[in-house]
């Protein structure tokens, strides 16, 4: 791949540019601009209190950024700028998803119940806004059916179709992380928003859930930002790297560009010898890994 | 021994600490109450102290103390202790599947019985005298019923705690007296339009406090509905102030036959009849039941739809909400709307039946009977609501009929007087043990495979 042709640059779904976010006297995001390539799987890093889930917020609407334009690009080849948007609407209409790094399901509902609120618009649609569905009248049916259809195949691929019509809050811990992935999947995103997915997994959880995130982009097309510190799957997966430090890019790249990168390098060094030590011992085996494959 | 001892064990009972406990006890008993009430002085008529030994009386009431210890300690704490074990422990599947199969057994034998209800009155104490338990117990708790029923809409699905419910009970009641008197509209086409106001009224509510959350939304809320009564109170010109509005219509059988007794279409006239109210309470018991009915009806079908889901899942967690594109201003908007909606039916059905309506109906004790019934019969649950309404509304009707109260305290004693003071000890009651109401599990709206009861402890309440 060269420097010139680079996927997030001629065709970006997403495209962040001069993003400032401001609270009081703090500067959380500093003149930040990235691209997400379409079909990416983009890794957004960084020392703790970068600011990468702020970034998150401002892109899915849960902020409004200071300064800055964020244009996104769904398939239909529509543009929103999400700078403008309310939070629902950015997920309704500029087809952004994302999940919590602290997991938000709906516990008390079932399984089968978390997805189908995710098909909230298109059902609220087929149920003639409620009017038509409470007297009975319409497709709303069909359409119902077809939402459990579709829930029935994201429950097949995380694994949990056995447990369709138990309480979301009854799951052990990783069920849940990949419970989440599902229910955002079902809101039919262009681009998947995922903070911190393998945050508490174990490592089998965890290659896991790159097989599951490799699969949502090859079988739906849907481009992924994920914030994560679990290099494994950062290396292991993401086609384009995005470091944050202290609210500022320092570096952007595919992995192996951003491995090398003396900036990257310091961040985490700057952090805790220990950290460094064990963040560099990863990234040895991954991309040594790599390299002995290739 | 040994084995008797195992035994015991096995049965939960431990005798032998049991009586250790109690003999302490009475001996720690004898040795306060020993001086405390075995001795006493006494002046004797040279006005000299004497010491008279009642050491008896203590020893006797020690006895008592450590009886009553051994009591304890062998068949109260173990069976408080076991109970604290099993509800500690979440109620397994098999449990909450039979005790679902329970009330929807319920459910289909209760129903059976409201309709059957006021004929079985009538043949067992007559007309005339059916009028108290149909009108009194019958309407009087199926119009709380409906009540919980709508705001537990609000506050049971979408988790919007409204403290000021009866402003929409009022708006309903007012719009039925006024416009039927200065318009001469009749019921039935009223009803709806009554309906409708409330709901305008709950959306013009909701625009501006629904921003708020738990604490902040209960006080604007519950400001509203003193709000709506301190206008009615005072704007004389509209509401008649708090003389209230009297003669108002009663309700017709759909125009055919009428209930009042000028009237040449006459109910009771028309059948030749005995000229009795008691026609009239029973036609309004199944016009209240349908109403309830239709309530619960439309309650049943909203949660199977997206917009009971949203509220739903609004319920537990608004932010998961707003991430997956449900506009949480309107989904709670409806609710606010529907519940106001359902509160607007039960008012104007309120104002037919008395025929008098005053701002003394509408203080902020109803809002909190509403509410109580609501978080008594378990947030969501349609039956639950039901049996709360029937245990709140006719236990107070009931403490009128204990007359003969007043040959134990006299004929001044009037049991109704206790009634906020019974009603206060059976919500610390029922906190204490069913903290989560009579019916706290869920049923799901939809399932793939089977239909699974959720376990009341999974399910959030609701943070405003």
């Not at chain 1, 009854?170 to 995922?194: K, N, S, V």
């Not at chain 2, 009430?37 to 006494?42: C, Q, S």
């Not at chain 2, 708090?242 to 007794?261: E, L, R």
């Not at chain 2, 319920?315 to 309107?330: K, M, Q």
Request: glycine share 10%.
């Amino acid at each position: 791949m060269t420097t010139s042709l680079r996927n997030w640059d001629s065709d970006p779904v997403l495209a962040v540019e001069h993003l400032t976010m401001r609270f009081g006297g703090l500067v959380a995001v500093n003149d930040l601009s990235f691209s997400v390539g379409r079909g990416d799987i983009t890794a957004l890093i960084g020392p703790n209190g970068a600011g990468k889930t702020t970034v998150f917020n401002c892109i899915t609407g849960f902020y409004k950024p200071t300064t800055g334009m964020m244009s996104m690009r769904p398939r239909d080849g529509s543009l929103h700028l999400l700078e403008r948007m309310p939070d629902f609407v950015v997920a309704r209409k500029a087809k952004v998803a994302r999940t919590f790094q602290n997991i938000r399901l709906f516990s008390g509902m079932t399984l089968l119940e978390n997805l189908l609120v995710a098909q909230h618009n298109p059902l609220m649609i087929a149920s003639g806004m409620t009017f038509l569905g409470v007297l009975g009248i319409g497709g709303y049916k069909t359409k119902e059916r077809e939402a459990i259809e579709r829930a029935r195949y994201w429950l097949d691929k995380i694994g949990l179709i056995g447990r369709a019509d138990d309480p979301a809050g009854d799951l052990p811990y990783g069920a849940q992380r990949r419970l989440e992935i599902a229910r955002a999947m079902c809101t039919g995103p262009d681009l998947l928003c995922l903070d911190e997915p393998a945050a508490g997994l174990n490592p089998r959880e965890s290659a896991e859930l790159n097989a599951l995130l490799l699969s949502i982009r090859k079988d739906d097309g849907t481009s992924i930002l994920l914030i994560e510190h679990d290099m494994s799957v950062v290396m292991g997966i993401s086609d384009h790297v995005v470091v944050l430090e202290y609210g500022t890019k320092i570096a952007d790249g595919t992995p192996t560009e951003t491995r090398n990168d003396p900036r990257v390098i310091a961040a985490y060094l700057g952090v805790d010898d220990e950290e460094v030590e064990e963040i560099e011992q990863e990234l040895d085996v991954v991309t040594g890994s790599e390299e002995g494959r290739a | 021994m040994n084995s008797a001892v195992k035994t015991n064990e096995r049965a939960g009972i431990d005798f032998g600490r049991a009586l250790k406990d109690g003999v302490i006890v009475g001996i720690i008993a004898f040795a306060l109450l020993g001086p405390l009430v075995g001795l006493k002085t006494e002046q004797n008529m040279s006005n000299e102290l004497i010491v008279q030994n009642r050491l008896g009386l203590a020893a006797i009431l020690s006895v008592i103390v450590g009886v009553g210890r051994f009591l304890l300690s062998a068949f109260i704490y173990p069976r408080i202790a076991a109970r604290g074990n099993r509800s500690k422990a979440a109620a397994t599947l098999a449990e909450l599947e039979a005790r679902a199969k329970l009330t929807q057994g319920l459910s289909i034998v209760g129903l059976i019985f409201l309709f059957v209800y006021p004929l079985l009155i009538i043949s067992l104490f007559g007309v005339q005298g059916s009028i108290k338990w149909v009108d009194n117990y019958g309407v009087q708790i199926l119009i709380y019923v409906m009540l919980g029923w709508g705001l537990n809409i609000v506050i049971g699905l979408a988790g919007l705690l409204d403290l000021g419910y009866v402003a929409f009970y009022a708006v309903g009641a007012y719009s039925y007296s006024l416009l039927a008197i200065n318009f001469h509209l009749s019921f039935w086409v009223l009803l709806p339009i009554a309906g409708m106001l409330a709901a305008f009224w709950g959306i013009i509510l909701g625009f501006p406090v629904l921003r708020l959350r738990g604490d902040y939304l209960a006080i604007v809320t519950l400001a509203f509905g003193e709000i709506i009564r301190l206008v009615l109170i005072n704007w004389k010109a509209f509401s008649g102030g708090s003389a209230g509005i009297s003669s108002i219509p009663k309700v017709t059988m759909f125009g055919i036959y009428s209930f009042d007794v000028s009237a040449p279409n006459n109910f009771a006239k028309a059948f030749h009849l005995a000229a009795s109210s008691a026609y009239y309470k029973v036609f309004l018991y199944y016009i209240i039941l349908m109403l309830a009915l239709l309530t619960a009806f439309i309650t049943l079908r909203l949660r199977r739809l997206p917009i009971g889901r949203a509220w739903e899942a609004l319920r537990e967690d608004e932010v998961a909400c707003r991430s997956l594109g449900i506009n949480t201003t309107n989904t709670k908007l409806t609710a606010f709307a529907i519940g106001a909606m359902f509160g607007g039916f039960a008012g104007s059905f309120f104002a037919a039946r008395q025929g008098f309506v005053s701002p003394e109906s509408f203080v902020f004790m109803e809002s909190a009977v509403i509410v109580a019934i609501v978080v008594l019969g378990g947030m969501g649950s349609m039956i639950g609501v039901a049996l709360a309404a029937v245990a709140m509304i006719g236990g107070t009707e009931l403490l009128r009929e204990l007359d003969f109260l007043k040959a134990v305290f006299g004929n001044d004693f009037n049991p109704d007087q206790y009634r906020m003071l019974i009603f206060g000890l059976a919500m610390v009651g029922i906190m204490v043990w069913k903290p989560r109401g009579f019916v706290s599990a869920r049923q799901p709206t939809a399932f793939l495979f089977k239909r699974k009861t959720v376990s009341g402890d999974l399910v959030k309440e609701g943070h405003g």
